[in-house]
Each structure stands twice: as structure tokens, then as C-alpha cells.
């Protein structure tokens, strides 16, 4: 399994907008060029960020983005399920329709419980401390994410 571009991309435009909490808006173009992301990607990004409550945009001179909700109250989980939808391994996990022998798969419980402590693990994380995590290390870029 793999993380999206999308969710490791959105992960650093939150951070950056974490960063800036509490002291006003973020003009999408100064997030593109500080974590060198294409400011029209950047742009499809923010639309289901918005839809989730995660970032508010405020229009006008002084417009900007800037967090839905402090940084604390904000999981990793939120992020990725508002940018790719729920986590799931495999499909019936989250789908059991899908899978005509889901009640008698041996495999079943293994699949659920690996999603579930996924999903347990980036619930656990928030911005607010992935954050502070970044500032033993390079916290202007988080390219490594």
C-alpha cells in the first residue's frame, strides 16, 4: 500500500497553513513556491479541504487560506480521508458487498484489523505535533513527507 501524492501533498499545504495559524492568511502561490508544489495542484487540493471544514479561504486584499480548526484538533486521518476517501487495504474491508465469500475469508480479520490500526495510527497524529516534530528538522520545507 501506498500513500497518494495527493495525501502527502495536502499534508505538507496543512502544514504550511499550520505554520501560519493564528496569524492570518496564506496566498496558495507562497505555499506552492515554499514547498516547491505546482500552485494548480496545489489549487485541486484545497477544494475537498475546504469541503471537509479543514481550511477556510477568505477573499479580498487580504485574502488567503488559512486553517478550518487549530492544528491540535486536526488528524493526519482527516487529511488523507478528505483528499482519497477512507483507508482501506483491500476493498471489502470497507465494502463487504463486494466479496461473496467475505464471511468465510480466512484473510478477513487480518485485512480489518491492519486497516483499522492504519486508520487508529494517523488518527493518533496531528498536525500540531507532526509540527513540532518537523522542527527538530528542516520545518520551512518538509519535502521529506
Avoid at 9 to 20: P, Q
Avoid at 91 to 111: G, H, L
Wanted: hydrophobic letters at 35%; proline letters at 3%.
Amino acid at each position: 500500500m501506498k500513500l497518494s501524492t495527493r495525501s502527502r501533498y495536502g499534508i505538507r499545504l496543512m502544514l504550511e497553513l499550520s505554520k501560519n495559524y493564528g496569524k492570518g492568511t496564506i496566498f496558495l502561490k507562497d505555499i506552492a513556491r515554499n514547498q516547491e508544489i505546482s500552485e494548480k495542484y496545489l489549487s485541486q487540493l484545497i477544494i475537498p479541504l475546504r469541503g471537509a471544514g479543514l481550511v477556510q479561504s477568505t477573499r479580498g486584499a487580504h485574502g488567503g487560506y488559512s486553517l478550518g480548526k487549530p492544528a491540535a484538533e486536526i488528524s493526519l486521518y482527516e487529511i488523507v480521508k478528505a483528499l482519497d476517501g477512507p483507508i482501506s487495504v483491500v476493498e471489502c474491508v470497507t465494502n463487504p458487498k463486494v466479496c461473496s465469500r467475505y464471511d468465510i475469508c480466512p484473510t478477513q480479520k487480518i485485512w480489518k484489523g491492519l486497516n483499522d490500526s492504519m486508520i487508529r495510527y494517523l488518527t493518533e497524529i496531528s498536525l500540531e505535533s507532526l509540527l513540532s516534530s518537523c522542527s527538530d528538522v528542516d520545518s520551512d520545507n518538509f519535502y521529506s513527507i
